[in-house]
C-alpha cells in the first residue's frame, strides 16, 4: 500500500474528488507555462472553498502541496498566502544553499524534486538529507522542455531499491493506474505522486482515473 499525491488540482470538484476517493496529498501547480497554473487569487478561492467545504470531515484530508519553480521569496510568499499549503514542493534547479533558505525563512516543510536519468542522480540527493523534510524523485524532462514535470516522461523504478533515503519520499514520472501497482513493487516508494496519469484532457482531471489510480496504487 502505498500513499497518493495528485497533483495539478485545479478545481474544486478535482479537490473533493481527491478527498472522497482517500488522497493523502493534492498539489497546487504554481508555474505560467504549466496547463495546470493557478492564479494567486484562483488559488486563495479553491484552498478557502475546499476547507470550508471538507471541515468536519470524518475522513483525514488531504494535505496541500504548493508546486513552484525557482520561485524567488516574494512570489513563495505570495503563494503560501494564497494556498496555505502544509508542504513547499520545490521543483525546479533550487540548491540545497536555497532550499535551506526556504525552509528557514518560511517555517514550511520543503520538498525539493530530484530529477532523476541515473543512479548518479539519485546519490546526489543526499546533499538534501539534512535539509528537506521530504523528497520527490520524478523523471527528468526530455531535453529542451519547457516543463520541468507532469509530461507523462519515466525512468528505471528500480534504481530505488538500493537507494537509502532516510526520509520520507515519493515516486513520481509516467505512473497511471495501470503502472503503478508495477511501479511501487519495483521502487519500494511510501507514495506515488501523478498528474497526467489521471488526465481526460491536458490540465483536466478524470475522476473515475482518480479513483482507479488510488485503488491500484493503496490495494494492487
Known amino acids: 500500500m502505498s500513499e497518493v499525491k495528485i497533483c495539478g488540482i485545479s478545481t474544486l470538484a478535482d479537490y473533493l474528488a481527491c478527498a472522497a476517493c482517500d488522497v493523502d496529498y493534492v498539489g ?20 478557502s472553498e475546499a476547507d470550508k467545504s471538507l471541515k468536519g470531515s470524518p475522513k483525514p484530508v488531504p494535505q496541500r502541496v504548493a508546486l513552484s519553480v525557482n520561485a524567488d521569496d516574494a512570489t513563495i510568499e505570495q503563494i503560501i498566502r494564497a494556498a496555505r499549503p502544509d508542504i513547499l514542493q520545490l521543483h525546479g534547479h533550487e540548491s540545497p544553499e536555497r532550499t535551506y533558505h526556504i525552509k528557514q525563512t518560511f517555517g514550511i ?20 538529507f539534512s535539509i528537506a523534510d521530504r523528497l520527490l524523485f520524478d523523471a527528468a524532462p ?70 482507479r489510480f488510488v485503488q491500484a496504487a493503496k490495494f494492487g
Open 142 to 211: 526530455p531535453k529542451g522542455a519547457a516543463l520541468p514535470g507532469g509530461m507523462g516522461a519515466q525512468f528505471d523504478w528500480t534504481l530505488m531499491q538500493t537507494a537509502q533515503i532516510p526520509l520520507p519520499w515519493m515516486l513520481g514520472g509516467g505512473l497511471d493506474s495501470g503502472n503503478v501497482a508495477r511501479a511501487i513493487e519495483q521502487s519500494g516508494t511510501p507514495c506515488v505522486d501523478v498528474s497526467s496519469g489521471v488526465e481526460k484532457n491536458r490540465g483536466e482531471k478524470n475522476h473515475s482515473a482518480i479513483s
Open 109 to 128: 516543510p520543503v520538498m525539493p524534486v530530484i530529477k532523476v536519468t541515473s543512479a548518479a542522480d539519485i546519490a546526489a540527493a543526499e546533499a538534501y
Open 28 to 47: 497546487f501547480v504554481f508555474f505560467e507555462k504549466s496547463p495546470r497554473h493557478l492564479s494567486f487569487e484562483a488559488a486563495s478561492q479553491l484552498a
